[in-house]
């Protein structure tokens, strides 16, 4: 996750005003606050993860869905072409828990 923050830090900035300072500091609020899971405990679903994640790009994300038992929150509308894994859209979540 953290690779994916630092790959997309330009982009971030951009879209939040804000300067390189503030995206380290939310770096590291971030790590210290998310439980990130070691890469050797997702090893058991990479193969299954691998065949439903529409994108290759994507599996890791499956991994840790299946290894969590979670579904995935994600705008990527080709990540819902399979059935294993409930993906939500931003819109999905809104529908489904607006007052």
């Known amino acids: 996750m953290l690779e994916e923050l630092s790959k997309y830090e330009k982009k971030i900035l951009e879209k939040t005003h804000r300067n390189h300072g503030y995206f380290i500091r939310l770096k590291n609020v971030l790590s210290r606050r998310i439980i990130f899971i070691p890469k050797e405990d997702l090893d058991p679903f990479f193969k299954i993860a691998d065949s439903i994640a529409p994108d290759p790009d994507d599996f890791m994300y499956f991994a840790l869905a299946l290894y ?5 929150w994600s705008n990527d ?3 819902k072409d399979q059935d294993t894994i409930k993906v939500w859209s931003t819109e999905d979540i809104l529908n489904k828990y607006s007052c």
């Not at 969590?68 to 995935?72: F, G, M, P, S, Y």
């Open 68 to 72: 969590v038992e979670a579904d995935i």
């Open 77 to 79: 509308k080709k990540l």
